[in-house]
C-alpha cells in the first residue's frame, strides 16, 4: 500500500532504537522525510545515516532530551529550520522504571511525570501551531497496555500513560476542525530493548532466566511469540499517514491478541 507520505516531514522522538525506530524507518521506505531524536547524539546520525542509505528518503535528525522543555523546542526548531513544514509527530519515551507503590519517593513521581505526561504534552504544544497553519497534522503517541490493564511491576507507567490517553482522546476532539488528527498506539510484547530489560527485571525478582520469563510470557500471547519493532513500525506508520485520513482519538492496539478486554 502507498500510504501517501511522499513529500511529507514526519518528526519521530526516541527513535534510535525500539519502536520509535521501527516507526521511523517505515516512514523512510515510504518516501517520506523523516526527522529523529534520541539523547544520544552519535546515534541519531548514525541511524539517520543508516535509513537514508537503506531507503533513499532524506533523514535527518538532531539530540532531544523529552523531559527538557528547551530541548524539544530547539529540537522542532531545528526541524522547521531543515523542512519548513511537519507533516506528523510521533510522541515517544522511555518508560520509567519498574517497582511497586512503597519503592518510590516522590522525585519518582516527579521523574515519571515529567517523562511520560509532560513530555508528551510539550511536543505537541511545539509542532501545534505550525499544523494548525497548514490545517493539517497527524499525532500519534506510543502509549502501553498499561492503560487498559495494569502491570503489576510497572505502577508509575500505569498512573501516567492513563493521563496520556485521556489526552489523547480530548486532543482529538479540539484539534480535529484544524485538520489534526491525535491518536495513540498500544504495543504489546514487542522485542525490544526496553522490553528486554523489563524481562530481565521480572528474572531477577521470580528467581528465573530471562529466557524463562520470555517463553512464559510467549505462552499467554495468542500468536505464540513477541513482536517485531517493523511490525509495530508498519503499523505506526500507517496511522500517521495520510492512508489513516479518517481515524482519530483512537487507540490501536499491536499486541499478537494478548489483551482480553472488548474495549
Do not use: C
Amino acid at each position: 500500500m502507498d500510504l501517501g507520505t511522499s513529500g511529507q516531514v514526519y518528526l519521530t522522538a526516541a527513535a534510535t532504537s525500539g519502536l520509535g525506530e521501527g516507526v521511523a524507518r517505515e516512514l523512510a521506505a515510504d518516501g517520506a522525510s523523516v526527522w529523529i531524536g534520541s539523547r544520544d547524539t552519535d546515534a541519531v546520525q548514525r541511524v539517520a545515516d543508516e535509513m537514508t542509505s537503506e531507503t533513499g528518503s532524506k533523514v535527518g535528525g538532531a539530540p532531544l532530551e523529552v523531559t527538557d522543555p528547551a530541548s524539544i523546542s530547539s529540537w522542532v526548531s531545528s526541524a522547521l529550520s531543515e523542512h519548513e513544514r511537519i507533516d506528523g509527530l510521533l510522541v515517544n519515551a522511555g518508560g520509567p522504571p519498574a517497582g511497586g507503590f512503597e519503592s518510590f519517593t516522590d522525585p519518582d513521581w516527579q521523574m515519571a511525570f515529567e517523562l511520560t505526561l509532560m513530555s508528551t504534552i510539550r511536543l505537541i504544544r511545539e509542532v501545534l501551531p505550525t499544523m494548525k497553519r497548514q490545517k493539517s497534522g497527524s499525532i500519534l503517541v506510543i502509549t502501553s497496555s498499561s492503560i487498559k490493564e495494569p502491570i503489576d511491576i510497572l505502577l508509575l507507567s500505569n498512573v501516567m500513560r492513563s493521563g496520556v490517553a485521556n489526552l489523547v482522546k480530548s486532543l482529538s476532539r479540539e484539534f480535529a476542525p484544524f485538520g489534526i488528527r491525535v491518536n495513540s498506539i498500544i504495543p504489546g510484547r514487542i522485542d525490544t530493548p526496553r522490553v528486554r530489560a523489563l524481562d530481565e527485571t521480572v528474572a531477577g525478582r521470580a528467581g528465573k532466566t530471562p529466557d524463562e520469563v520470555r517463553r512464559e510470557s510467549e505462552a499467554n500471547i495468542p500468536l505464540g511469540r513477541y513482536g517485531t519493532a517493523d511490525e509495530f513500525g508498519r503499523v505506526g506508520a500507517f496511522i500517521l499517514s495520510p492512508a489513516a485520513s479518517y481515524i482519530t482519538g483512537e487507540m490501536v492496539t499491536v499486541d499478537g491478541g494478548s489483551m482480553r478486554g472488548v474495549w
